[in-house]
C-alpha cells in the first residue's frame, strides 16, 4: 500500500501540540479482566492537531480496534481494496488484524483525535458501524459534547493512572463511542438526518387524537407513500404507521401513570375509537394490560 507515498516526508509522531497516551501493558491486563471495565476499554489515545506529514503503516495491523475521528483538514486510510478520503467531521474504525496505512494532506493537514479500544462488547458495536463487515468513513454532526468528553478522557489519562482515572475513562467510553454510533440521538434529532422523517414525526406528534392512514401522512408532507414507508423503515426501523402507533402507546402510557382519565377518554386522546382494541394493543406491546399498568406505575 502506498507507494505513492514512498518520496514525502514521514512522521508517526512529534506533532507542536499533539498529545499521546499509551497506557501499561499491566495496567492493560488488569482492566480487561474487571468487572467493571472489561466489556469496552481504551488502551491508546491521543490528539494530533495539524499533522503534517503524519504517515502510519501496519502491514499486519494492530490488536485493537482504532478509531479515528478527523476535526479539520484531510487524509486518507488505506485497507485492502479500499481508499477512504478522510474530511472534516468524519470518522472511521479500522478492526483488529486489519493491514492499513494512513496518513494526512500534505496541503490540508489533518487534525485528528485516535482512541485504540478493545473489549467484550468493541465487536458488537464494530457490528452496527459497520454491518457487513465494511470498512468506511461515516460523517457525524460537529457537536461540542462529544469533543468535551474526548478530551475530558485525555487530562484524565494525563492526570495519572490511578484507578478512579481508569474507571472514569473507561466508563465514558460507552458514551464515546455511542456519539458516533447513534448520533442522531445524541445529537438530539432522534428521528435521523432526513428532514422528510422529521417532519412526519412532528405531525404525528400533533395529531396524536387523530387515526391517519400512510396515505394521510404522504399527502401532508408531499411524498408517495412509497417512498415515505422505505425512507421511514430507514431512518426508525418502522414504518410510518408502527412508528404512529408507538407514539400512541407512549402517550397513554404518561395518562394511565399521571391521570385519571378513563380507558375510553385515553382512546379519545390518541385517536382509537374501540377501547377493546386498545386493550389489545396495548399489551402487544407493553406486556400488560392499560389496568395492570395504571395499577404498577400510578403516580
Known amino acids: 500500500m502506498s507507494k505513492h507515498q514512498n518520496n514525502r516526508q514521514k512522521l508517526q509522531e512529534g506533532f507542536p501540540g499533539q498529545r499521546m497516551i499509551v497506557l501499561p501493558d499491566k495496567l492493560i491486563e488488569d482492566v480487561a479482566i474487571s468487572d467493571l ?23 499486519s495491523g494492530c490488536r485493537e480496534y482504532i478509531l479515528i475521528y478527523c476535526i479539520e483538514g484531510r487524509g486518507v486510510i488505506e485497507i485492502p481494496e479500499n481508499r477512504l478520503k478522510i474530511t472534516p467531521n468524519s470518522f472511521c474504525i479500522i478492526p483488529p488484524d486489519t493491514p492499513h496505512t494512513y496518513f494526512s494532506d500534505t496541503n490540508d493537514p489533518w487534525s485528528i483525535y485516535w482512541i485504540h479500544f478493545r473489549g467484550l ?15 468506511h468513513n461515516r460523517e457525524v454532526f460537529f457537536d461540542e459534547r462529544r469533543l468535551k468528553l474526548i478530551n475530558s478522557v485525555l487530562f484524565a489519562l494525563e492526570d495519572g493512572f490511578a484507578s478512579h482515572n481508569i474507571e472514569f475513562v473507561n466508563l465514558n467510553m460507552w458514551q464515546i463511542i455511542t456519539s458516533f454510533l447513534y448520533q442522531d440521538l445524541y445529537s438530539g434529532n432522534v428521528s435521523g438526518k432526513d428532514s422528510k422523517v422529521t417532519d412526519v414525526v412532528d405531525l404525528m406528534k400533533v395529531s396524536m387524537d387523530q387515526s391517519l392512514t400512510i396515505q394521510d401522512i404522504a399527502e401532508k408532507v408531499n411524498c408517495s407513500p412509497s417512498h415515505l ?8 426501523g418502522y414504518s410510518p404507521l408502527q412508528y404512529f402507533t ?23 386522546k390518541i385517536g382509537i375509537a374501540d377501547p377493546f382494541y386498545f386493550s389489545r394493543l396495548f399489551k402487544k406491546v407493553m406486556g400488560l394490560s392499560p389496568s395492570q399498568y395504571r395499577r404498577k406505575h400510578k403516580g
Do not use: N
Open 37 to 59: 471495565t472489561s466489556a469496552l476499554f481504551l488502551t491508546d489515545a491521543g490528539f494530533y492537531p495539524r499533522a503534517r506529514f503524519h504517515f502510519r503503516e501496519r502491514e
Open 229 to 236: 414507508y422505505a425512507l421511514f423503515k430507514e431512518h426508525t
Open 121 to 135: 462488547y468493541a465487536p458488537h458495536f464494530f457490528s452496527k458501524y459497520a454491518p457487513l463487515g465494511e470498512i
Open 246 to 268: 408507538q407514539l400512541k402507546i407512549q402517550r397513554s402510557c404518561y395518562l394511565l401513570s399521571f391521570s385519571d382519565l378513563s380507558i375510553k377518554e385515553i382512546c379519545c
